[in-house]
T-cell receptor, first 114, second 111 residues
Framework: DTGVSQDPRHKITKRGQNVTFRCDPI?????LYWYRQTLGQGPEFLTY????????KSRLLSDRFSAERPKGSFSTLEIQRTEQGDSAMYLC????????????FGQGTRLTVV | RKEVEQDPGPFNVPEGATVAFNCTYS??????FFWYRQDCRKEPKLLMS???SGNEDGRFTAQLNRASQYISLLIRDSKLSDSATYLCAVHPTGTASKLTFGTGTRLQVTL
C-alpha cells in the first residue's frame, strides 16, 4: 500500500499522559500536514512541513503539542499532558508542492482521553 | 467570517435526484479548490479538484465562481452510496500555505 499511513489507529489514554502518533506520507510527497477533527466539524489545521522544515503552526497548537519531521520523510505528533479536550481524530495528509496539487489523507488516529 | 463556509445540512434527497452544494471562501487570492468526501468515522477522500473552467467526473460536476467567491458541487442521479459528508477545501494563498476546510455538508440519499 503506497498511501499515507498512520499509527496507531486508535489510542486511549489517561488524562495527563503523553502520546505520540506517527505518519508515513506518500513517498514522493514533500509536504506533510497534520489536522485535528472533532465530531461535526471539518478538519482543523494544526501544522505542516515542507521536507523537514515546519513552515506553519496553528494557534490551536498549544505548547503541549509538538511535531517533527526529522529527515523529511515520516512525521510524529506528540501531545504532552493530555486533556479530555484533546480527544479527536488526528489526521495526516501529504502532497507535492505546487498550486493545485492534491492532498491525500491517512486513515487517522482516533484519540480518546479518559 | 470563517475562511471557508458550508451549509452543514443535512440534505435529504431521494435516489435519482440532483443535489447541489455551495462553499464560500473569504480570501479572494485563493488559488486551489477541492471537494473531498468523508464517510462516517473515516478519513476524507479526494473527490475532485475544481478548476476555473469547471470539472466533470461522471455524475459529479464542480464549478468555481471567482467573482462571488464560491465553489459548487453538483451530483446528478444520486445513489444511496453517495450518502456522506462533502468537504470543500481551499488553498488560501497559493503554494506556501495550508489547506483550509469547511465544516462539511452532510448528504443523505434515501429510497
Amino acid at each position: 500500500d503506497t498511501g499515507v499511513s498512520q499509527d496507531p489507529r486508535h489510542k486511549i489514554t489517561k488524562r495527563g499522559q503523553n502520546v505520540t502518533f506517527r505518519c508515513d506520507p506518500i513517498s514522493e510527497h514533500n509536504r506533510l500536514y497534520w489536522y485535528r477533527q472533532t465530531l461535526g466539524q471539518g478538519p482543523e489545521f494544526l501544522t505542516y512541513f515542507q521536507n523537514e522544515a515546519q513552515l506553519e503552526k496553528s494557534r490551536l497548537l498549544s505548547d503541549r503539542f509538538s511535531a517533527e519531521r526529522p529527515k523529511g520523510s515520516f512525521s510524529t505528533l506528540e501531545i504532552q499532558r493530555t486533556e479530555q479536550g484533546d480527544s479527536a481524530m488526528y489526521l495526516c495528509a501529504s502532497s507535492l508542492v505546487g498550486v493545485g496539487t492534491e492532498a491525500f489523507f491517512g486513515q487517522g488516529t482516533r484519540l480518546t482521553v479518559v | 467570517r470563517k475562511e471557508v463556509e458550508q451549509d452543514p445540512g443535512p440534505f435529504n434527497v431521494p435516489e435519482g435526484a440532483t443535489v447541489a452544494f455551495n462553499c464560500t471562501y473569504s480570501n479572494s487570492a485563493s488559488q486551489s479548490f477541492f471537494w473531498y468526501r468523508q464517510d462516517c468515522r473515516k478519513e476524507p477522500k479526494l473527490l475532485m479538484s475544481v478548476y476555473s473552467s469547471g470539472n466533470e467526473d461522471g455524475r459529479f460536476t464542480a464549478q468555481l465562481n471567482r467573482a462571488s467567491q464560491y465553489i459548487s458541487l453538483l451530483i446528478r442521479d444520486s445513489k444511496l452510496s453517495d450518502s456522506a459528508t462533502y468537504l470543500c477545501a481551499v488553498h488560501p494563498t497559493g503554494t506556501a500555505s495550508k489547506l483550509t476546510f469547511g465544516t462539511g455538508t452532510r448528504l443523505q440519499v434515501t429510497l
